[in-house]
């Protein structure tokens, strides 16, 4: 199991790790009923946490994005295109 830290502590991306390796778990079938009820918990607020990572990244580049006078995201072009 991966070592438990403090939700707030987590990154996106190591939020995300731990949500998936839970999903693994739990899919597996193999867990007595008080560690999955657990891990469901723990997966709830990672979820939380995710969806609260990912709203502050919007709001960045919402506040960018008025900076600059944009009010809608440009489809990105590789040079060469």
């Known amino acids: ?6 939700t707030e502590n987590l990154s996106f991306e190591q939020s995300l790790a731990e949500l998936e390796s839970i999903v693994k778990q739990m899919e ?3 867990l007595p ?3 999955a009820l657990a891990q469901f918990e723990r997966g709830i607020e990672l979820t939380r946490h995710s969806q609260a990572k990912l709203h502050q990244a919007q709001q960045k580049v919402s506040i960018l994005m008025d900076k600059q006078g944009q009010t809608e995201l440009l489809p990105f072009e590789q040079p060469g295109e």
Do not use: A, I, N
């Open 33 to 35: 009923l008080d560690e």
């Open 1 to 6: 199991m991966t070592s438990r830290k403090k």
């Open 28 to 30: 597996g079938g193999d």
